[in-house]
């Protein structure tokens, strides 16, 4: 790690529950010297690395309270950029409508991005600033998104590895778009609960599998109940063509007719 990179020259990247922890577990050294040789506030090549190479990564934001959110955003290789040396971009595709990250961000610009590499294990954590756009000449570049999210780095720094699994990557989500690839249409928009609810710039999506399934279940549990009823009426009437006044008045041949 380059020693000469620039750093926070703030005392505040510890407060007062870290620096309790510290001296309960006796690393306040230690966080002090990592503090020192590793937390930076511009992007070095080795963080260019991983995070342009990145297939996802979790961002926290917390509400203008303070109350906390952590999601997950995926996209291909290089979707994540690094603009300039302090700044960071990423699309924001097309989700479920709630805004719950980014809606955070219009109240509160604070974030936290954690990247990790799972097939090299390695861990990178950026804080800063974030501000939303939707008329960023990035947004010619990434097909399907809605804005762009610029990030303006504080700190920098990568974390211990060494509880990282390793894992492989089995498959690229069919549902992030490109130029040449326009994604399916996401299975739980097309249940019957949120079809006349969607955006209206989207179009109404066929029914699903699922739907259909529904409603045969719904017209197989009334075919059910009306089967019930036919057949609780014919043992009623059954038992009134059996009663003795019936077979007494000779009536007992029709019986057969109801069999």
């Known amino acids: 790690m380059n020693n000469n990179l620039d750093r926070p020259t703030d005392a505040g990247f510890y407060h007062d529950g870290s620096r309790r922890l510290q001296d309960q577990f006796d690393t306040r050294r230690v966080a002090d010297r990592l503090h020192e040789v590793q937390v930076h506030s511009v992007f070095v090549p080795e963080d260019r690395a991983l995070i342009e190479s990145a297939r996802m990564f979790f961002l926290a934001t917390a509400d203008a309270q303070g109350r906390p959110d952590c999601s997950y955003k ?20 097309n989700g479920n409508g709630m805004y719950r990250s980014l809606g955070n961000v219009l109240l509160n610009r604070s974030v936290a991005l954690l ?29 399907g998104a809605q804005l ?4 303006q780095a ?25 130029q040449h690839h326009t994604p399916p249409v996401p299975v739980w928009k097309q249940w019957e609960e949120f079809r006349g609810v969607l955006p209206r710039s989207e179009p109404i999506p066929p029914r699903s599998l699922r739907t259909y399934v529904r409603l045969l279940k719904q017209r197989s549990r009334l075919f059910r109940i009306s089967l019930r009823v036919v057949r ?3 043992e009623s009437l059954d038992r009134k063509l059996r009663s003795p006044i019936i077979m007494a008045t000779g009536f ?7 069999s």
Request: hydrophobic share 45%; proline share 9%.
């Open 148 to 151: 762009i999210v610029r990030v």
């Open 74 to 93: 995926g996209g291909l290789p290089g979707f994540v950029r690094i603009v300039d040396e302090r700044t960071l971009a990423f699309p924001d595709y």
């Open 252 to 258: 007992a041949g029709v019986l057969p007719m109801f």
């Open 115 to 143: 990247f990790i590499d799972f097939e090299r294990p390695q861990r990178l954590r950026i804080l800063g600033e974030a501000t939303l756009h939707d008329t960023d000449p990035l947004l010619a570049e990434f097909a």
């Open 154 to 178: 504080t700190r920098i720094f990568p974390n211990c590895p060494r509880y990282i699994h390793e894992m492989r990557l089995v498959k690229h989500s069919v549902y992030v778009p490109t």
């Open 232 to 234: 609780r009426a014919r």
